[in-house]
């Protein structure tokens, strides 16, 4: 509807500009024609009066003068007459009219002067007046003049009557035209074009019961409709053939995994069972500028990887409302449906206090297990009125999720991270019947460094609530039994890596998450110029490099920053030659420990720049700010190689992103043994992050790679990735949970 008033209103405006202009030359001319009228009628009556003056002048007393002036007084449109004498001075004058005023003076001197008639518009007293002097003869010379005044406010009356005339005029048609254009617009253009959105979205989701939009009968979208209605029909064999083959892929697990197959064997398996995905982190952010409302997806790879799986399941996704403007856009339960241009399942949001997001997020969950499970050399702290905010905000999510499975049979919960530990142990205690899940995204200590949590008892006992506890290796799944065989009393089972509390079993299983493979919703950036993008940004050089990583000390920034460096200083070849781009979204910048370390890398990258600048080229830049996923794919398709040094990582999904986004099968990964992602992708460089020499060298190894050797790596990085991409893993984790 935006649209459509933008084109009423520029109508308007030019329609309002053709009647101004109009009115402006109506009223010219107007203006014109009155005054010429009453110079001509002026003349006339001053040459009559004239008439009866001049025999007179000479042999009349000034009192007789008057009295001759002041017959003449109560005449129409005759404001007043004064006679001058050849001095200029007043002989005699109209009571109505003030003789001396230098105005008149100057006319009927101007008169006598020329000895001719002379006049001009004045204002006197406020009002409009047409002054006119003709001069006084006697035997030849000029004697004086006659003045008479005539009013003129008429003329201003009558061009301010034709200015509201003809607006009132533009505002009756404006008025009709905008409500006409409006209605046109409206039903035979929107109300088509809204019908045909529709109608392609029931396509894309497979509704196969939408009819086809009644626009038969409209003249101009009756080809256009017979189009789309013959897309919509492949659209729809294409998609009933792949159910098919999805169902048929069932049996095959080791078969490629895609959203339809996911899908397909979610209606299979789970039956009616509706999937609660629980978060702290929201996949989608809404925020306020102006009058305009924005969203945009978090950097987050706990986001990047479920938001797929929630697309293809449908169901309930509950996590925190944190953009100012997520309360706008939520109903009176708190709840939307995203994603926001295609709806497929629905967020529920929660709101914390600030005191509440202090304690239990900053506090307790990033300045305490955070740091503990990241063996990052960064000392935890743990506050008790911390941990009582955590305790009672898992509480609430606990209470939110009890209230959205009441009226549910057998619901499955999948909580989503540390944030919500507690949260498993609270929803098992009241539904028992719940398939309940916990996924712990980031590393699990060994059991020495996790023993100095002052109230580690408590957490691992909140996560043994759930029926299945994931972790995204083998190793964390190990130290995880450790942890629990030393501080609580249970029942191990270490072939099944079960362990067994109060009567209830919870499986502990590696899960290695992973991402969409392929991902249509990044295939918006397959077709942009790098050209540009390099252009926009100044970049000039042959080689490029990129790292995407939150503003985090787990990630390995600055001891990526000084790799970069070492590498110049011992291939000087590559200054002015190589530019790396540091993609650093913003992070937990309330916390203190986080605020330091954004300054230091701005310091550091201040400092290597200042260290190798050269005319207009300069290493590293440096982006701190939130960029779309769209965005971040881009970079990924114009760099030679991609960096990712974390010093303790569960996962890390950059490094699976990068090689899911070059289907050219070129560009090199360099990554750190430090993450979990180096499990599965072998044909990476691997590096010791903490080795700045050694990330040097793969930096210039990776850029001489040769694109026969770059194609083969990618090739069975990304055969690994379609493998076992996300679908793949959420349907191994709820083959598990549904079966328990």
């Given at each position: 509807?935006?649209?459509?008033?933008?084109?009423?209103?520029?109508i308007?405006v030019?329609?309002?500009?053709?009647?101004?202009?109009?009115?402006l030359?109506?009223v010219?001319?107007?203006?014109?024609?009155?005054?010429?009228?009453?110079?001509?009628?002026s003349?006339?009556l001053?040459?009559?009066?004239?008439e009866?003056?001049?025999?007179?002048f000479?042999?009349?007393?000034?009192?007789q003068?008057?009295?001759?002036?002041d017959?003449?007084e109560?005449?129409?449109?005759?404001?007043?007459?004064?006679?001058y004498?050849?001095?200029?001075?007043t002989?005699?004058?109209?009571?109505?009219?003030?003789?001396?005023?230098?105005?008149?003076?100057?006319i009927a001197?101007?008169?006598?002067?020329?000895?001719?008639v002379?006049?001009d518009?004045?204002?006197l007293?406020n009002?409009?007046?047409?002054?006119l002097a003709?001069?006084?003869?006697?035997?030849g010379?000029?004697?004086?003049?006659?003045?008479?005044?005539?009013?003129a406010?008429?003329?201003?009356t009558?061009l301010?009557?034709i200015?509201k005339s003809n607006?009132?005029?533009?505002f009756?048609q404006?008025?009709?035209?905008?409500?006409?254009?409006l209605?046109?617009?409206?039903?035979?253009i929107?109300?088509?074009?809204?019908?045909l959105?529709?109608?392609?979205?029931?396509?894309?989701?497979?509704?196969?019961?939408?009819?086809s939009?009644?626009?038969?009968?409209?003249?101009?979208f009756?080809?256009?409709?017979?189009?789309?209605?013959?897309?919509?029909g492949?659209?729809?064999?294409?998609?009933?053939?792949?159910?098919?083959e999805?169902?048929?892929g069932?049996?095959?697990?080791?078969?490629p995994?895609?959203?339809?197959?996911?899908?397909?064997?979610?209606k299979?398996v789970?039956?009616?069972?509706?999937?609660f995905?629980?978060?702290?982190?929201?996949?989608?952010?809404?925020?306020?500028?102006?009058?305009?409302?924005?969203?945009?997806?978090?950097?987050?790879?706990?986001?990047?990887?479920i938001e797929?799986?929630?697309?293809?399941?449908?169901g309930?996704?509950?996590?925190?409302?944190?953009?100012?403007?997520?309360?706008?856009?939520?109903?009176q339960n708190?709840?939307?449906?995203?994603?926001?241009?295609?709806?497929?399942?629905?967020?529920?949001?929660i709101w914390?206090?600030?005191?509440e997001?202090a304690?239990?997020y900053?506090?307790?969950?990033?300045?305490?297990?955070?740091?503990?499970?990241?063996?990052?050399?960064?000392?935890?702290?743990?506050?008790?009125?911390?941990w009582?905010?955590y305790?009672?905000?898992?509480?609430?999510?606990?209470q939110?999720?009890?209230?959205e499975?009441?009226?549910?049979?057998?619901?499955?919960?999948?909580i989503?991270d540390?944030?919500?530990a507690?949260?498993?142990?609270m929803?098992?205690?009241s539904?028992?019947?719940?398939?309940?899940?916990?996924?712990?995204h980031?590393?699990w200590?060994?059991?020495?460094?996790?023993?100095?949590?002052?109230?580690?008892?408590?957490?691992?006992?909140?996560?043994l609530?759930?029926?299945l506890?994931?972790?995204q290796t083998?190793?964390?799944?190990?130290?995880?039994?450790?942890?629990?065989?030393?501080?609580?009393?249970?029942l191990?089972?270490?072939?099944q890596l079960?362990?067994?509390?109060?009567?209830?079993?919870?499986?502990?299983?590696?899960?290695?998450?992973s991402?969409?493979?392929?991902?249509?919703?990044?295939?918006k950036?397959?077709n942009?110029?790098?050209r540009?993008?390099?252009?926009?940004l100044?970049?000039?050089t042959?080689?490029?490099?990129?790292?995407?990583?939150r503003?985090?000390?787990?990630?390995?920034?600055l001891?990526?920053?000084?790799?970069i460096?070492?590498?110049?200083?011992k291939?000087?070849?590559?200054i002015?030659?190589?530019?790396?781009?540091q993609?650093?979204?913003?992070?937990?910048?309330?916390?203190?420990?986080?605020?330091k370390?954004?300054e230091a890398?701005?310091?550091?990258?201040?400092r290597?720049?200042?260290?190798?600048?050269?005319?207009?080229?300069?290493p590293?830049?440096?982006?701190?700010?939130?960029?779309?996923?769209?965005?971040?794919?881009?970079?990924?398709?114009?760099?030679?190689?991609c960096l990712?040094?974390?010093?303790?990582d569960?996962?890390n999904?950059?490094?699976?992103?990068?090689?899911?986004?070059?289907?050219?099968?070129k560009?090199v990964?360099?990554?750190?043994?430090?993450t979990?992602?180096?499990?599965?992708?072998?044909?990476?460089?691997?590096?010791n992050?903490?080795?700045?020499?050694?990330?040097?060298?793969?930096?210039?190894?990776?850029?001489?790679?040769?694109?026969?050797e770059?194609?083969k790596?990618?090739?069975?990085?990304?055969e690994?990735?379609?493998?076992?991409?996300?679908?793949?893993?959420?349907?191994?984790?709820?083959?598990?949970?549904?079966?328990?």
């Amino acid at each position: 509807m935006k649209q459509i008033f933008a084109a009423v209103f520029v109508i308007i405006v030019i329609i309002s500009f053709i009647v101004v202009a109009f009115t402006l030359t109506q009223v010219q001319q107007e203006e014109q024609r009155l005054k010429e009228g009453l110079e001509q009628r002026s003349i006339l009556l001053a040459e009559s009066l004239k008439e009866t003056v001049q025999p007179n002048f000479i042999n009349k007393s000034d009192q007789q003068l008057q009295k001759l002036i002041d017959k003449f007084e109560d005449k129409q449109r005759l404001a007043g007459m004064v006679i001058y004498d050849n001095k200029g001075e007043t002989i005699a004058t109209s009571s109505s009219l003030i003789a001396n005023v230098l105005k008149t003076q100057k006319i009927a001197e101007e008169a006598m002067d020329s000895d001719a008639v002379n006049g001009d518009f004045v204002e006197l007293t406020n009002e409009k007046m047409y002054l006119l002097a003709t001069p006084l003869h006697d035997q030849g010379n000029v004697v004086g003049a006659l003045m008479i005044a005539q009013d003129a406010s008429y003329i201003d009356t009558r061009l301010n009557e034709i200015w509201k005339s003809n607006l009132l005029r533009l505002f009756i048609q404006a008025s009709l035209i905008s409500i006409a254009i409006l209605l046109i617009i409206r039903w035979l253009i929107y109300e088509p074009i809204r019908g045909l959105v529709k109608f392609l979205k029931s396509a894309r989701r497979g509704d196969l019961e939408q009819k086809s939009p009644s626009l038969s009968t409209n003249f101009f979208f009756r080809p256009l409709i017979k189009e789309i209605s013959n897309i919509r029909g492949s659209l729809m064999e294409a998609r009933i053939t792949a159910n098919e083959e999805a169902k048929l892929g069932l049996q095959k697990l080791d078969s490629p995994w895609t959203e339809q197959r996911l899908k397909v064997f979610i209606k299979d398996v789970l039956k009616d069972r509706t999937i609660f995905m629980v978060s702290n982190r929201e996949p989608y952010i809404h925020t306020k500028k102006g009058r305009t409302i924005n969203y945009y997806i978090p950097a987050s790879g706990m986001v990047t990887a479920i938001e797929p799986i929630m697309q293809a399941c449908g169901g309930m996704w509950i996590a925190q409302g944190s953009g100012d403007g997520d309360k706008l856009t939520v109903d009176q339960n708190d709840k939307l449906k995203v994603p926001p241009d295609e709806p497929k399942y629905t967020l529920k949001r929660i709101w914390l206090t600030e005191k509440e997001e202090a304690g239990y997020y900053y506090g307790f969950s990033n300045e305490g297990l955070w740091p503990l499970c990241h063996i990052a050399y960064t000392r935890p702290t743990f506050k008790k009125e911390d941990w009582e905010e955590y305790k009672k905000v898992n509480g609430k999510f606990a209470q939110t999720i009890l209230s959205e499975i009441k009226n549910i049979e057998r619901p499955i919960v999948l909580i989503q991270d540390f944030q919500l530990a507690l949260v498993p142990r609270m929803i098992k205690n009241s539904r028992p019947d719940a398939s309940v899940g916990i996924f712990w995204h980031i590393p699990w200590p060994n059991s020495e460094s996790f023993s100095v949590c002052p109230w580690k008892k408590e957490i691992i006992d909140g996560i043994l609530g759930a029926d299945l506890v994931g972790f995204q290796t083998q190793l964390h799944c190990n130290n995880f039994i450790e942890t629990v065989s030393r501080e609580i009393e249970s029942l191990l089972d270490f072939e099944q890596l079960t362990v067994t509390r109060n009567e209830h079993i919870s499986f502990v299983k590696p899960f290695p998450i992973s991402i969409a493979f392929p991902n249509p919703s990044k295939e918006k950036s397959a077709n942009f110029d790098p050209r540009k993008l390099l252009k926009s940004l100044n970049i000039k050089t042959k080689y490029i490099g990129v790292g995407v990583d939150r503003l985090d000390y787990t990630k390995g920034i600055l001891e990526r920053l000084k790799a970069i460096e070492i590498f110049l200083k011992k291939y000087p070849a590559y200054i002015g030659n190589f530019t790396f781009i540091q993609i650093a979204a913003p992070s937990r910048s309330k916390i203190k420990e986080y605020q330091k370390f954004t300054e230091a890398v701005e310091k550091e990258v201040e400092r290597v720049n200042n260290l190798f600048r050269k005319n207009s080229w300069k290493p590293i830049i440096l982006f701190k700010r939130h960029h779309t996923q769209e965005e971040i794919y881009q970079f990924y398709k114009l760099a030679n190689v991609c960096l990712v040094t974390s010093l303790h990582d569960g996962m890390n999904l950059v490094a699976k992103e990068f090689v899911t986004a070059r289907n050219d099968n070129k560009g090199v990964l360099i990554l750190s043994q430090f993450t979990g992602a180096v499990r599965e992708l072998k044909d990476a460089l691997i590096i010791n992050p903490y080795n700045g020499e050694q990330t040097a060298e793969a930096i210039k190894t990776a850029l001489e790679l040769s694109p026969l050797e770059q194609t083969k790596k990618m090739r069975r990085m990304r055969e690994v990735i379609k493998n076992y991409n996300i679908y793949r893993w959420s349907a191994e984790l709820l083959k598990i949970i549904v079966n328990i």
